[in-house]
């Protein structure tokens, strides 16, 4: 059965937008990873600043195959002057979960 990531990242309002920018500039790059099944990036409504990252992997071992390859590849990227860009996020906690049950609808 598949598993859930979702990194739990705290952004200040004045940092949302690069963080999303940052987001869309990687596009579907983890897409292309095997064992990838899903990807939401969910902004916060009202009363947080917390955005869930979720992302589905075939298994455990395909998270960490990207995790430990192409991600971190990316979040090394060079800035100005080659320097790694600050973090939009002030916070970061990532949480794990196995899917234990799921529906789809009937036309899917």
Do not use: C
């Amino acid at each position: 059965m598949s598993v859930v990531k979702i990194n739990v990242l705290t952004v200040p309002a004045e940092q949302r937008e690069l963080l999303e920018q940052r987001f869309a500039a990687r596009g579907g790059s983890v897409a292309e990873s095997d064992g990838f099944e899903w990807f939401e990036l969910l902004r916060p409504v009202e009363g947080t600043d917390t955005y869930l990252v979720y992302s589905r992997w075939r298994d455990e071992e395909s998270f960490q195959a990207w995790r430990d390859g192409s991600a971190r590849t990316a979040h090394q990227g060079g800035g100005e002057g080659g320097e790694r860009p600050k973090p939009a996020a002030t916070g970061s906690e990532l949480w794990s979960f196995e899917v234990a049950q799921q529906a789809a609808p009937k036309d899917a």
